[in-house]
Every structure is written in structure tokens, then in C-alpha cells.
């Protein structure tokens, strides 16, 4: 069963999500190279392209809270610092860097880190949102 | 220093966003459905941020190789929606190359445009070559 989401109100800067734990199965990682046509032989047979362990990072961050209607992704930064290989687990850390108003917006940054079983940091960085203030 | 890397060009598929979607489990209408892209004011549906980039990170892979997945960072600002139809032209020109003692960073400025050459995506990568 999935976790009760948070509701954005109450989100504030320095927040920790609770980590969520997921795997780069083969049939995920098949999909996600088809949807972006990455044919590059250096993935075969079993390595997986950074900005997928990026998108299931983002995907279990997205299911913590609530993303209101309007926001927008507006910047990404991300730092790869080791393979990720298919059926590896990974568990991804998500924070609350800064929620600030400015005018009619709010502006959101989540941080990320992603760790694979062995605790080696696979993947670092942070997401920018902006969102139309109620 | 000044080093334009090969352009790549791609074409954004309604196909590939719906695959994205599946893949990602981002569902969101504006990429799926036309009708409330409409709604949205943005002239029907747009592709994921995420997808694009995920096209640029692969231009670096085949410029950079294992080097980009165990040592390249982006530092990106989505400026405006691609959408299906659109060719995206991505394109780097190498800025800075700084020798250290176990490899190398080469600094890149990183741009994504549509056919129309509006900017889609636009920013920065480094990569430690070893």
C-alpha cells in the first residue's frame, strides 16, 4: 500500500522524505531506452542509462506529496557518479533545499541522492519547481 | 577551448511521450491528452522536460562514454515545452578544459532548440574524463 501523500502546505525547507526503495529491472530499463531512443552499445547487456535511475528517482519522489496543479519543472541538476547496472536496488533520499514566495509564485527546490545495495552514491542533485501561489 | 561537438537532431513523437510516461509513471494529461493540453492554453500536448534531457544526456554519453555515467553533472533550465512533432536540434561546444591530477573536466554549454530555433532547454555539463 502506498504512503499517505504530504500535502505541499506542508512542506518546508529542510524537509526529509521518508527513502523509497526501488529496482532497474530489465523490462524498465527496455522501456525507458525504446522511449528515448538511446540505441547506444554501451548500455548492452546490462548497463543502465543515468537519466533513467533519474526518472524512477523522480517517480518515487512524486508519489510522496503533492504536486499542485500548475507546477511547472523548471531546472535540473544531477551529478552521475557510478554505474547503475540492471537488477541493481537503489534507495533515493529526498529533501527540502528551499521553498521561497516571490510575487504570485512560490519556487520549490527538492534535493536528490540515489545509493545503490553496496551504499555507493549513484546519483546526486537537485530538481527546481515553480508554482502559482492560491 | 570553443569546440562544437556534432549536433544531433531527434524528432518528438507522441508515440515516445506516451512510452515515456508508461516508463517514468509521470501520467500527467498535459503529455497525454490533447484535448486538456488545449484547456492548458498550451495548443495540446507537450513532451516530458525529463524526455528531452534524457536525449541530451544520451548526445553526451556518445561524445563522452562511460566517463558521462560515472562522472558527468548537468546543470539545466527548461525554458519552453517541446511538443510532439517538434525537432529538437541539441547541440555543445566545449567552454573550459581543466587538467587535474587523476583525469581531466571538460566543461560543455548545452542548448536544446526546436525547428523554429526557440530554446527548449539550455545550460551546462562537466565531465571528468579519465
Given at each position: 500500500?502506498?504512503?499517505?501523500?504530504?500535502?505541499?502546505?506542508?512542506?518546508?525547507t529542510?524537509?526529509?522524505?521518508s527513502?523509497?526503495?526501488?529496482?532497474?529491472?530489465?523490462?524498465?530499463?527496455?522501456?525507458?531506452?525504446?522511449?528515448?531512443?538511446?540505441?547506444?552499445i554501451?548500455?548492452q547487456p546490462?548497463?543502465?542509462?543515468?537519466?533513467?535511475?533519474?526518472?524512477?528517482?523522480?517517480?518515487?519522489?512524486?508519489?510522496?506529496?503533492e504536486?499542485?496543479?500548475g507546477?511547472v519543472?523548471v531546472?535540473?541538476?544531477l551529478?552521475?557518479?557510478?554505474?547503475?547496472?540492471?537488477?541493481?536496488?537503489?534507495?533515493?533520499?529526498c529533501?527540502?533545499?528551499?521553498k521561497?514566495?516571490?510575487?504570485?509564485f512560490?519556487?520549490?527546490?527538492?534535493?536528490?541522492?540515489?545509493l545503490?545495495?553496496?551504499q555507493?552514491?549513484?546519483?546526486?542533485?537537485?530538481?527546481?519547481?515553480?508554482?502559482?501561489?492560491? | 577551448?570553443?569546440?562544437?561537438?556534432?549536433?544531433?537532431?531527434?524528432?518528438?513523437?507522441?508515440?515516445?511521450?506516451?512510452?515515456?510516461?508508461?516508463?517514468?509513471?509521470?501520467?500527467?494529461p498535459?503529455?497525454?491528452?490533447?484535448?486538456?493540453?488545449?484547456?492548458?492554453?498550451?495548443?495540446?500536448?507537450?513532451?516530458?522536460g525529463?524526455?528531452?534531457l534524457?536525449?541530451?544526456?544520451?548526445?553526451?554519453?556518445?561524445?563522452f562514454?562511460?566517463?558521462?555515467?560515472t562522472?558527468?553533472?548537468?546543470n539545466?533550465?527548461?525554458k519552453?515545452p517541446?511538443?510532439?512533432?517538434?525537432?529538437?536540434?541539441i547541440?555543445a561546444?566545449?567552454?573550459?578544459?581543466v587538467?587535474?591530477?587523476?583525469f581531466?573536466?571538460?566543461?560543455?554549454?548545452?542548448?536544446?532548440?526546436?525547428?523554429?530555433n526557440?530554446?527548449?532547454?539550455?545550460g551546462?555539463?562537466?565531465?571528468?574524463?579519465r
Amino acid at each position: 500500500m502506498s504512503e499517505q501523500q504530504i500535502k505541499y502546505e506542508e512542506l518546508n525547507t529542510g524537509f526529509e522524505f521518508s527513502p523509497s526503495i526501488f529496482k532497474m529491472d530489465s523490462y524498465t530499463v527496455k522501456s525507458y531506452l525504446e522511449a528515448t531512443e538511446d540505441r547506444n552499445i554501451l548500455y548492452q547487456p546490462d548497463i543502465v542509462p543515468p537519466m533513467a535511475v533519474a526518472a524512477l528517482a523522480m517517480m518515487a519522489m512524486s508519489e510522496k506529496f503533492e504536486l499542485l496543479p500548475g507546477t511547472v519543472h523548471v531546472s535540473q541538476q544531477l551529478d552521475f557518479m557510478n554505474i547503475v547496472e540492471i537488477d541493481d536496488t537503489l534507495t533515493s533520499y529526498c529533501r527540502v533545499s528551499r521553498k521561497v514566495a516571490r510575487g504570485k509564485f512560490q519556487m520549490l527546490t527538492i534535493g536528490i541522492k540515489v545509493l545503490n545495495q553496496r551504499q555507493d552514491n549513484v546519483l546526486a542533485g537537485e530538481i527546481g519547481f515553480i508554482l502559482p501561489m492560491n | 577551448m570553443g569546440m562544437i561537438l556534432p549536433e544531433t537532431k531527434i524528432v518528438v513523437t507522441q508515440e515516445h511521450v506516451k512510452m515515456y510516461a508508461e516508463t517514468s509513471g509521470d501520467f500527467n494529461p498535459i503529455h497525454l491528452d490533447p484535448v486538456f493540453g488545449e484547456k492548458m492554453g498550451l495548443g495540446g500536448t507537450v513532451a516530458h522536460g525529463m524526455l528531452i534531457l534524457a536525449y541530451l544526456s544520451a548526445c553526451m554519453t556518445d561524445h563522452f562514454g562511460r566517463d558521462w555515467l560515472t562522472g558527468g553533472s548537468l546543470n539545466i533550465r527548461f525554458k519552453a515545452p517541446a511538443r510532439p512533432g517538434d525537432i529538437i536540434s541539441i547541440s555543445a561546444s566545449v567552454t573550459k578544459i581543466v587538467p587535474e591530477a587523476e583525469f581531466t573536466s571538460v566543461f560543455c554549454d548545452v542548448l536544446c532548440q526546436n525547428q523554429k530555433n526557440e530554446t527548449v532547454i539550455t545550460g551546462d555539463t562537466k565531465v571528468r574524463i579519465r
